[in-house]
């Protein structure tokens, strides 16, 4: 086992569990992943393993540096929790018994099915790239590049609860086109997308992850697929072996996740939904969303598939023109009768003018009509063309005037809205988290109500992120502000402590105090300011 890199940022002369060059210390890393491969493990005498960035029921995720093309990448590992464990002779894994031995090799193809279906959708933008596959210690791995950045529901949370609709629409559009050409070119459904799957990286790219719920399938086909889901974004044909899944499926997911962007909040299960609870539309909240957008997301949520949005680029085209984009809209009254032929304005004006109107026609038709005049027998074309220009004025008014009339009737008039009466505006209280005191002095955050948010010193695992001085735990609180009481609450994770009025918070207690109020994370080289602010809305 080589310890001669930082887990981190790789660089070398790592030594005592500190690096001299990103500050990163062994000492400050938060979760102790006790079935992960130690950092300074080597795989397939080409990736270099570092910390651990995440483990889940399937699968254990690691931060490595590949020798051979001397960069970051990511290194994601078969290690099923509930039915394998780690040799206590080596590095390999191995099966609890021999009766879970069945379900572990079906799990390994399933991993494998994921590794397949990703190398299927390399060209695509917006999804995670796979450049290598194999095994070792009795179970497999894949190589993917590595993503700096964070997950859509990270962002959300370390904002105010919710992303701009500008914002939040530009990420879940880009998602939306690569899913509409995976659904397109290859048949597959992702069948998990969330907020946790959306990656935006620091340079602002758009990534979707785990397809370890992927399946190829044609839409409309029954083909057993397993119920693996995430409750919140799953639709009712996911809790089924046997109901039809397809595209529609994705477009739920979604649709929930940009719900969940626009407001930080989920809407209810597909069951619960089922049994009569629902959500707020967009349109109801007040957050600047359009009727037509808010319509938009409400038919992408549909629990019955025959009503609900059919294909991501259905999806598209609704959620930009509800932003506003210029896609003509017919309202129901206009809107033409199925089979007959749509024609455009200028199309419709020139065939009014070719024949006589139909009964019931509107005056603006009447008088185009009337305006054709029969030709003079023998007379030229300019001849007729003029004598067609020529009407008898209305009596007592001019030609001009006349002309005048014509034309501001002939304009359309807009739908007059009913009245409604100005909403009064409403004091709001808005708490924020801001470094007044140190480096990173002037950073500052928008807190979330009755939600608990992580301060710390890593860009993945903490909501707000503050990375200087060193002594600053990886997580080093937890901050939450309680509407009920108007009081912040503080819980110190931390090894070297949080400081407020000059002493050390008991780690793991709750603290509870009132704005405005400052402590010291690790020590007054960072001190953090807790505030709220009102405003009229």
């Known amino acids: ?55 889940g029921g399937f699968g254990i995720t690691y931060k490595a540096f590949d020798y051979t093309k001397q960069v970051l990448c990511c290194v ?10 780690r040799s206590e002779k080596g590095l390999s894994l191995e099966v609890l018994s021999e009766s879970v031995e069945p379900p572990y090799r079906a799990g390994l193809k399933r991993f494998f099915d994921e590794t397949r279906i990703l ?20 179970t497999a791995y894949f190589v993917m590049e590595y993503l700096d950045g964070a997950n859509l529901q990270q962002i959300v949370r370390a904002t105010r609860g919710h992303l701009p609709v500008q914002r939040a629409t530009d990420i879940v559009l880009q998602v939306a086109v690569s899913m509409d050409v995976i659904h ?64 529609f499926t994705d477009v739920y997911s979604l649709a929930g996740t940009y719900y969940y962007a626009l407001t930080g909040k989920y809407i209810p299960t597909a069951p619960d939904r089922l049994a009569g609870q629902d959500y707020v539309s967009l349109k109801e909240m007040n957050i600047g969303v359009s009727a037509a957008l808010s319509d938009a997301v409400d038919r992408a949520l549909a629990l019955k598939v025959n009503y609900r949005t059919r294909s991501m680029q259905q999806f598209i085209a609704e959620i930009a023109s509800g932003m506003g984009t210029p896609v003509i809209q017919q309202s129901a009254a206009k809107r033409p009768p199925v089979g007959r032929p749509v024609v455009s304005t200028a199309q419709g004006r020139a065939i009014s003018q070719q ?14 009509v009337s305006q054709q005049r029969p030709s003079a027998p ?9 004598v067609s220009q020529q009407r008898p004025p209305a009596p007592g008014i001019q030609p ?41 002095k002037g950073k500052k955050w928008n807190l979330p109500v009755n939600e608990t948010l992580k301060l710390g010193r890593s860009r993945v695992e903490a909501n707000l ?34 400081f407020y009025n000059g002493k050390r918070l008991k780690k793991g207690i709750d603290c509870f105090v009132s704005p405005p109020a400052r402590f010291a994370l690790a020590s007054s080289l960072c001190v953090i300011e807790l505030g709220v602010r009102y405003e009229y809305r």
């Open 400 to 440: 001009a005037q006349n002309r005048a009339e014509a034309a501001v009737s002939a304009r359309p008039v807009p739908p007059r809205r009913p009245a409604v009466p100005p909403r009064k505006p409403q004091k709001m209280a808005i708490p924020y988290v801001a470094v007044v005191q140190g480096p990173e």
């Open 465 to 498: 992120c503050v990375e200087q001085p060193s002594d600053i735990s990886r997580v080093h609180c937890l901050i939450t502000w309680v509407r009920d009481t108007e009081r912040f609450c503080i819980r110190d994770l931390s090894a070297n402590g949080v």
């Open 1 to 55: 086992m080589r310890m001669d890199f930082c887990p981190n940022c790789f660089a070398s002369g790592f030594a005592d569990g500190v690096c001299a060059k990103c500050g990163y210390q062994t000492r400050f890393e938060g979760k102790v992943y006790q079935r992960a491969l130690p950092p300074g493990t080597v795989l397939r005498q080409r990736y270099y393993l570092g910390r651990t960035l995440g483990e």
């Open 76 to 85: 994601k590992e078969y290690a099923p929790n509930e039915i394998s464990r």
């Open 184 to 247: 397109t070119k290859t048949k597959i459904i992702h069948r998990d997308i969330t907020p946790e799957n959306i990656f935006i990286t620091r340079r602002d790219q758009v990534k979707l992850i785990d397809f370890g719920s992927a399946k190829q399938t044609q839409t409309g086909m029954r083909s057993g697929l397993s119920v693996v889901l995430k409750p919140k974004f799953a639709p009712p044909e996911q809790y089924s072996t046997e109901m039809v899944q397809g595209s």
């Open 119 to 138: 190398s299927k959708l390399e060209n695509i933008p917006s999804v995670v790239d796979i450049t290598d596959v194999f095994q070792e210690n009795n």
């Open 378 to 386: 023998g007379a030229s074309t300019a001849q007729n063309r003029a």
């Open 355 to 368: 024949r006589p109107p139909a009964p019931g026609a509107s005056t603006a038709q009447k008088r185009a």
